[in-house]
């Protein structure tokens, strides 16, 4: 059975850094391309960046774009996020989550392309 388990989140201050990461197994890695997203209290679920299953191509939405960084090691099973110039606007639960095969709507930023998703991990950035 596939899991994705997330790790990394915690309090940081504005303008601080964190790294997320997101350990796979019970699946073919190397074969999903992998998404991150965010849920802050109130709000919708979220895309924040993507990679593709190569790592050759990334994603990211404008609102992270500059800022968050994000990786993978096949080698490793994880995918990784690396959020710098941290504001308190990216508070927020942090989700990835495993793609199979090319998106049918062309886009990884919908979650609905998406077969298997993490538990969350918890960013809070204070002001």
């Known amino acids: 059975q596939a899991q994705l388990v997330e790790s990394g989140g915690g309090l940081v201050q504005s303008g601080g850094s964190l790294r997320l990461s997101c350990e796979a197994s019970?699946?073919?890695?190397?074969?999903?391309?992998m998404g991150w997203f965010r849920q802050a209290p109130g709000k919708e679920r979220e895309f924040v960046a993507a990679?593709?299953?190569?790592?050759?191509?990334?994603y990211y939405s404008d609102s992270v774009k500059g800022r968050f960084i994000i990786s993978r090691d096949n080698a490793k099973n994880t995918v990784y996020l690396r959020m710098n110039s941290l504001k308190p606007e990216d508070t927020a639960d942090y989700y990835c989550?495993?793609?199979?095969?090319?998106?049918?709507?062309?886009?990884?930023?919908?979650?609905?392309?998406?077969?298997?998703w993490g538990q969350g991990t918890q960013v809070t950035v204070s002001s």
């Open positions: 989550a495993a793609d199979f095969g090319v998106p049918s709507s062309g886009s990884y930023e919908h979650p609905h392309e998406y077969d298997y």
């Open positions: 019970g699946l073919t890695f190397s074969s999903y391309a």
């Open positions: 990679i593709s299953w190569s790592g050759g191509s990334t």
